[in-house]
């Protein structure tokens, strides 16, 4: 009897979409977490561990995926990233009559250890970046630590004055039950311990527009791994 084309590929669509999902449960360890990571970022899975599996934006910037993978191979496990964009009047590509624009920050955020921060705060010192990084929020009821707003409109009235609206914030403390309920709800509970004892880490531009920190952190960061491989 024929097989019809089309259930045999939902079927096979199933099997993989299952597979993928058993992978991110198998995770325990920061360098599991990292390394399924690397197999999404690089096309190998379907699934990443975190509750985003959206295609990765990189059109905009240069050696972003590149850095990403980069960080996740030397225990930086990235969690979310977006280009830099400088939408004001006269920047390349806009329009000198618009009289509201779009803002962004280049930045990635996600999870480290305490070796990994120290190569991390080496990285944001020597180029000039912003970092953040907090602990694990230990209760729901203590205050969170707010981030950066990364992403902003701007707007000018017909009085010259500008107006920012703040859009999106990267970095804001998260506890156990945002992590585990919200941003890896997929994962084993011993990969939730692991997230909730490493450090929330921020690194972004202070500036908008460029995309500097992707061409500069996949450097960094390859020069660390080989090294971190040679015994160096």
């Not at 690397?38 to 240069?62: F, H, K, M, S």
């Not at 850095?67 to 280009?83: E, K, W």
């Not at 010192?125 to 694990?136: K, R, S, T």
Request: with cysteine.
């Amino acid at each position: 009897m024929p097989t019809d084309p089309a259930a045999a590929i939902a079927r096979a669509r199933r099997a993989i979409a299952d597979y993928d999902r058993h992978r991110v449960r198998q995770t325990r360890t920061l360098r599991d977490l990292c390394d399924l990571t690397i197999d999404w970022l690089e096309g190998r899975t379907t699934r990443q561990p975190a509750n985003y599996n959206g295609p990765v934006d990189v059109d905009d910037a240069p050696y972003l995926r590149e850095a990403l993978v980069a960080c996740n191979r030397a225990g930086f496990l990235t969690y979310n990233s977006q280009c830099g964009h400088n939408g004001r009047p006269g920047s390349p590509g806009q329009s000198p009559l618009a009289e509201s624009w779009w803002m962004q920050l280049a930045c990635v955020d996600g999870y480290a250890d305490d070796a990994t921060l120290e190569w991390i705060c080496a990285f944001t010192d020597v180029h000039g970046f912003g970092l953040i990084a907090h602990p694990c929020k230990t209760a729901w009821w203590r205050r969170a630590r707010p981030g950066v707003t990364v992403t902003w409109t701007e707007h000018q009235g017909r009085d010259g004055r500008i107006t920012t609206v703040p859009r999106t914030r990267f970095g804001r403390q998260a506890g156990r039950a945002t992590i585990a309920g919200e941003f890896y709800p997929d994962c084993h509970p011993a990969a939730i311990d692991t997230l909730c004892n490493s450090w929330q880490i921020v690194i972004y531009d202070a500036e908008p527009g460029p995309n500097t920190l992707w061409p500069l952190l996949n450097e960094a960061v390859n020069d660390l791994f080989w090294r971190q491989v040679n015994g160096g």
